[in-house]
């Protein structure tokens, strides 16, 4: 009995502290995207209000060594593919902002190839958890992704699996 109520105690103790540590991130849905502006894998500082300009996006922050982010990577590619083409209510189109949090380019640039992330528009600043943009946005797991709208609004953030297409139909006038 004193072991379960043990083990109960240290179950309920991991929650909380797993609960706390999601309510600790200080991007809150509702509020204004802060800018990010950070090199992509050849150098070159790519700013996140440069991309978003009346889009869409989704801010995926993974990294190459990470298992779960491999996992999801085949679902951001395949929410790419199906709305990068589609026509928006009021938005100019959908793009995805990978952030990532390696700490060494060869090993993030062979991920983006071996998982077919073919959008534009990937950025770290190799300092690995220390990353700046993780920084900005409170993450402190990943995968971690932000989805703001054409005008910079955060609306939903963690979205995995069929999560990101529900909430992404929402602002879908139609597929081509």
Known sequence: MKKLAILLCAFTLCSFMANA?????????????PELAFPNTEGKVIKLSEVAKGRIVLIDFWASWCG???????????????YSKAKFKTAKGFEVFSVSLDKSVEP??????????????HVSDLKGWENGAAQIY?????????????????????LRGMALHMKLDEYVSSLN
């Open 21 to 33: 540590q999601y309510e600790n991130t200080t991007i809150k849905v509702g509020q204004a995207a």
């Open 68 to 82: 779960p982010c491999r996992r999801e990577n085949p679902n951001v590619v395949a929410a790419y593919n199906k």
């Open 108 to 121: 993030w640039k062979q991920a983006i190839e071996k998982d077919g992330l073919t959008w534009k528009y």
């Open 138 to 158: 409170g993450v402190s797991s990943i995968p971690m992704s932000f989805l703001i709208d054409e005008n910079g609004i955060i609306v939903a953030k963690e």
